[in-house]
């Protein structure tokens, strides 16, 4: 045998609980249908199928007066505050929408990008207060996954590889070049210039673990491009731990000269190279496809900022390699 339930579900919705607010505050009919410019016969027909809907009686009402009853007042009191609540979210919608509530999840890549986050996520805190701001701490290489899986909203990377991923957007942020990173009390520390072979015999350090490194296979491009090898190439996990072994005259490493190391006992020297391009650039990326309005805002900050270190003059570090020896030509001429 079958079965079947004819079952259905309450109909009361927000505007039954308006109209009945403004025939309680008011206590008449008549000046509750102006306020809420509705005729009064449906204004009293919206409260009767209200009080249908939940079997319970709210007003005394004759053609006098109109009155609430106890259950009228309790249930007064709680539609006030369903009514207040209903509008609070409705406007935290709106506001996240527009980008002005919500949460911004960002790839961190600590010391190098001290020259224009802080700056960047205290306007926008200073415009955007009901958006909170959430760093995930990754190393860049995980970022560009992070973003395709929908773990952080804006990331960073290195090199122009990134210009070719036709899903992403890209705003350059820092434009340096490399330098020889060693600690205060090397041999070298003190030379204005130093060449790769100069520095073979070093042991390298690339910033990374046994698998892909982007740190590494930059420096490694370096070499090759001046038909020399490092002596020997040391992976280290973490970036703090590779600014230690620097400082501790374990080995040596390359680094754009826009991070600024000398409290940590580091010094990054400019290299001379003929053959290969020591440029370094860090992208911010974020997904091609319907950014937030979170990431809009936060973007056109960071745009903002690149724009004025540009005007500033210190957005790029001066030049080397190729680029240095072509201005020096065209200052001769």
């Keep these: 045998m079958l079965v079947t339930l004819d079952y259905q579900s309450p109909r009361m919705e927000l505007r039954h609980l308006r109209y009945f607010v403004a025939v309680a505050e008011e206590l008449s009919f008549r000046k509750a249908a102006q306020r809420?410019?509705?005729?009064?016969?449906?204004?009293?027909?919206?409260?009767?199928d209200l009080e249908d809907e939940i079997a319970v009686k709210l007003l005394d009402r004759d053609t006098v007066s109109v009155s609430l009853t106890k259950a009228g007042e309790?249930?007064?009191?709680?539609?006030?505050?369903?009514?207040?609540?209903?509008?609070?979210?409705?406007?935290?919608?709106?506001?996240?929408?527009?980008?002005?509530?919500?949460?911004?999840?960002?790839?961190?890549?600590?010391?190098?990008?001290t020259d224009f986050l802080p700056t960047t996520l205290k306007i926008f805190h200073q415009k955007y207060p009901g958006v909170e701001v959430a760093f995930v701490e990754m190393l860049p290489a995980e970022q560009l996954d992070a973003l395709a899986k929908g773990r952080i909203d804006i990331g960073f990377a290195?090199?122009?590889?990134?210009?070719?991923?036709t899903s992403l957007r890209s705003l350059c942020v820092v434009h340096s070049v490399y330098g020889v990173a060693v600690s205060r009390q090397h041999p070298l520390a003190d030379r204005k210039a130093l060449t790769l072979r100069e520095i073979r015999g070093e042991t390298l350090l690339c910033l990374g673990g046994d698998g892909r490194s982007s740190h590494r296979e930059a420096i490694c491009q370096f070499y090759t491009d001046e038909g020399i090898r490092p002596s020997k190439v040391r992976s280290v996990e973490g970036f703090d731990s590779m600014v230690t072994l620097i400082a501790a005259d374990q080995g040596i490493s390359l680094f754009p000269h826009a991070l600024d190391l000398a409290n940590q006992g580091v010094v990054i020297i400019p290299i001379t190279a003929t053959q290969t391009d020591l440029d370094f650039h860090m992208w911010a990326v974020w997904q091609r496809h319907l950014p937030s309005h979170h990431i809009k805002h936060f973007v056109q900050l960071l745009e903002e900022r690149v724009q004025g270190s540009r005007e500033g003059g210190s957005f790029s570090e001066p030049l080397t390699g190729p680029a240095m020896k072509q201005r020096e030509t065209q200052n001769r001429n």
């Design 36 to 48: 809420l410019n509705i005729s009064r016969p449906a204004l009293s027909k919206q409260v009767k």
């Design 74 to 113: 309790l249930f007064l009191e709680d539609s006030q505050k369903l009514l207040v609540l209903a509008e609070q979210a409705i406007e935290r919608a709106n506001q996240a929408q527009s980008g002005h509530r919500g949460k911004l999840r960002i790839g961190s890549v600590g010391i190098i990008a």
């Design 158 to 165: 290195y090199g122009k590889e990134v210009l070719n991923i």
